[in-house]
Protein backbone atom coordinates (compact mmCIF):
# COMPACT_ATOMS: atom_id res chain seq x y z
CA UNK A 1 0.00 0.00 0.00
CA UNK A 2 3.14 2.54 1.10
CA UNK A 3 4.80 2.00 -2.40
CA UNK A 4 1.32 2.66 -4.33
CA UNK A 5 0.83 5.65 -2.46
CA UNK A 6 4.17 7.16 -2.67
CA UNK A 7 3.81 6.70 -6.89
CA UNK A 8 0.90 8.14 -6.71
CA UNK A 9 2.39 11.14 -4.94
CA UNK A 10 5.28 11.64 -7.19
CA UNK A 11 4.81 10.39 -10.84
CA UNK A 12 2.36 13.00 -11.49
CA UNK A 13 5.22 15.39 -11.92
CA UNK A 14 7.33 13.21 -14.35
CA UNK A 15 6.93 13.13 -17.66
CA UNK A 16 3.65 11.11 -18.87
CA UNK A 17 5.55 9.06 -21.15
CA UNK A 18 8.58 7.87 -18.55
CA UNK A 19 5.57 6.96 -15.46
CA UNK A 20 5.61 3.35 -16.36
CA UNK A 21 9.49 2.98 -16.48
CA UNK A 22 9.62 4.93 -13.45
CA UNK A 23 7.35 3.40 -11.98
CA UNK A 24 8.45 -0.21 -12.56
CA UNK A 25 12.08 0.65 -11.27
CA UNK A 26 10.79 1.85 -8.14
CA UNK A 27 8.74 -1.05 -7.14
CA UNK A 28 11.42 -3.58 -8.36
CA UNK A 29 13.86 -1.51 -5.95
CA UNK A 30 10.93 -1.52 -3.42
CA UNK A 31 8.88 -4.66 -3.63
CA UNK A 32 11.46 -7.06 -5.61
CA UNK A 33 11.14 -7.92 -9.47
CA UNK A 34 7.84 -8.94 -10.97
CA UNK A 35 5.78 -5.74 -10.15
CA UNK A 36 5.03 -5.36 -14.09
CA UNK A 37 1.16 -5.58 -13.43
CA UNK A 38 1.03 -3.06 -10.20
CA UNK A 39 2.95 -0.25 -12.27
CA UNK A 40 0.60 -0.41 -15.10
CA UNK A 41 -2.14 -0.43 -12.90
CA UNK A 42 -0.53 3.10 -10.92
CA UNK A 43 -0.31 4.34 -14.53
CA UNK A 44 -3.14 3.52 -15.57
CA UNK A 45 -4.93 5.99 -12.96
CA UNK A 46 -2.52 8.61 -14.11
CA UNK A 47 -3.94 8.39 -17.71
CA UNK A 48 -7.86 7.99 -16.79
CA UNK A 49 -9.75 11.00 -17.58
CA UNK A 50 -11.98 10.88 -14.34
CA UNK A 51 -9.26 11.29 -12.11
CA UNK A 52 -7.84 14.44 -14.13
CA UNK A 53 -8.44 17.07 -11.56
CA UNK A 54 -6.60 14.73 -8.73
CA UNK A 55 -3.35 14.58 -10.77
CA UNK A 56 -3.55 17.96 -11.95
CA UNK A 57 -0.74 20.54 -11.54
CA UNK A 58 -3.26 22.17 -9.02
CA UNK A 59 -3.49 19.20 -6.70
CA UNK A 60 -1.88 18.39 -3.64
CA UNK A 61 -0.89 15.09 -2.28
CA UNK A 62 -0.45 13.63 1.25
CA UNK A 63 -2.00 16.77 3.04
CA UNK A 64 -2.53 16.78 6.25
CA UNK A 65 -5.83 18.07 7.78
CA UNK A 66 -6.84 18.82 11.36
CA UNK A 67 -9.85 20.08 13.02
CA UNK A 68 -13.02 19.50 15.09
CA UNK A 69 -16.37 17.66 14.38
CA UNK A 70 -19.21 17.89 16.55
CA UNK A 71 -20.19 14.30 17.56
CA UNK A 72 -22.85 13.38 19.81
CA UNK A 73 -23.03 17.45 20.52
CA UNK A 74 -19.47 17.62 21.53
CA UNK A 75 -16.42 18.61 19.19
CA UNK A 76 -14.10 16.00 18.67
CA UNK A 77 -10.69 16.19 17.42
CA UNK A 78 -10.32 14.92 14.01
CA UNK A 79 -6.69 14.37 12.42
CA UNK A 80 -4.90 12.49 9.22
CA UNK A 81 -3.94 12.56 5.66
CA UNK A 82 -5.58 13.56 2.83
CA UNK A 83 -4.00 11.74 -0.06
CA UNK A 84 -4.62 14.08 -2.87
CA UNK A 85 -6.56 17.44 -2.43
CA UNK A 86 -7.58 20.19 -5.05
CA UNK A 87 -8.73 23.47 -4.41
CA UNK A 88 -10.77 25.23 -7.32
CA UNK A 89 -12.65 28.91 -7.18
CA UNK A 90 -15.96 26.89 -6.27
CA UNK A 91 -15.34 23.88 -4.88
CA UNK A 92 -12.69 21.40 -3.05
CA UNK A 93 -11.98 18.09 -4.07
CA UNK A 94 -10.20 14.97 -2.06
CA UNK A 95 -9.32 11.18 -2.46
CA UNK A 96 -8.53 8.52 -0.74
CA UNK A 97 -6.42 5.47 -2.17
CA UNK A 98 -7.14 1.89 -1.10
CA UNK A 99 -5.40 -0.67 -2.05
CA UNK A 100 -8.17 -3.30 -0.83
CA UNK A 101 -8.16 -6.77 -2.73
CA UNK A 102 -10.49 -7.27 -4.22
CA UNK A 103 -11.58 -3.85 -4.75
CA UNK A 104 -15.36 -3.10 -4.55
CA UNK A 105 -16.37 -2.58 -8.13
CA UNK A 106 -19.65 -1.41 -6.77
CA UNK A 107 -20.65 1.64 -4.71
CA UNK A 108 -22.37 -0.61 -2.02
CA UNK A 109 -19.43 -3.00 -1.60
CA UNK A 110 -17.61 -0.14 -0.57
CA UNK A 111 -17.34 -0.61 3.35
CA UNK A 112 -18.65 2.08 5.07
CA UNK A 113 -15.59 2.95 7.06
CA UNK A 114 -14.28 4.36 4.18
CA UNK A 115 -16.86 6.36 3.16
CA UNK A 116 -16.99 7.77 7.12
CA UNK A 117 -13.13 8.62 6.58
CA UNK A 118 -14.25 10.64 3.81
CA UNK A 119 -17.10 12.33 5.72
CA UNK A 120 -14.98 13.01 8.35
CA UNK A 121 -12.37 15.24 6.22
CA UNK A 122 -14.84 16.76 4.21
CA UNK A 123 -16.65 18.15 7.54
CA UNK A 124 -13.42 19.77 8.74
CA UNK A 125 -12.93 20.90 5.07
CA UNK A 126 -16.09 22.95 5.54
CA UNK A 127 -14.85 25.02 8.12
CA UNK A 128 -11.47 25.74 5.91
CA UNK A 129 -13.48 26.55 2.52
CA UNK A 130 -16.71 27.70 4.04
CA UNK A 131 -18.12 28.88 0.17
CA UNK A 132 -17.02 25.92 -1.83
CA UNK A 133 -18.68 22.43 -2.58
CA UNK A 134 -17.06 19.58 -1.31
CA UNK A 135 -16.86 16.23 -3.07
CA UNK A 136 -14.69 13.46 -2.83
CA UNK A 137 -13.75 10.29 -4.22
CA UNK A 138 -12.32 6.21 -3.13
CA UNK A 139 -9.96 5.64 -5.79
CA UNK A 140 -9.55 1.72 -5.63
CA UNK A 141 -5.95 0.95 -7.30
CA UNK A 142 -7.31 -2.06 -8.34
CA UNK A 143 -8.79 -1.80 -11.49
CA UNK A 144 -8.88 1.05 -10.85
CA UNK A 145 -12.24 2.11 -9.81
CA UNK A 146 -13.52 5.33 -8.66
CA UNK A 147 -16.55 5.83 -5.90
CA UNK A 148 -17.26 9.42 -5.80
CA UNK A 149 -19.79 11.12 -3.13
CA UNK A 150 -21.45 14.36 -3.24
CA UNK A 151 -21.88 16.53 -0.16
CA UNK A 152 -25.06 14.84 0.54
CA UNK A 153 -24.17 11.76 0.68
CA UNK A 154 -21.07 12.52 3.08
CA UNK A 155 -23.45 14.52 4.94
CA UNK A 156 -25.65 10.78 5.58
CA UNK A 157 -21.90 8.87 6.35
CA UNK A 158 -21.49 11.75 8.90
CA UNK A 159 -24.74 11.60 10.16
CA UNK A 160 -24.30 7.45 10.38
CA UNK A 161 -20.90 8.20 12.40
CA UNK A 162 -22.42 10.47 14.95
CA UNK A 163 -25.24 8.48 15.42
CA UNK A 164 -22.88 5.73 16.97
Same mark, same amino acid.
Given at each position: ?12 ? !? ?55 ? !? ?9 ? !? ?82
Amino acid at each position: GSAIHRLLEVLPS !IDPPLRLEKAKLYLSRRLGEGQEKLAEQVTAILEDHRFADLFSGASRAEVSIGGNVM !IDGMARPVSGK !IDRLVVTRDAVLIADYKTTRPAPKDRLAVPHTHVAQLALYAEVLKGIYPDCRIGASLVYTEGPYLHAYDEIELSAALAAVTAT
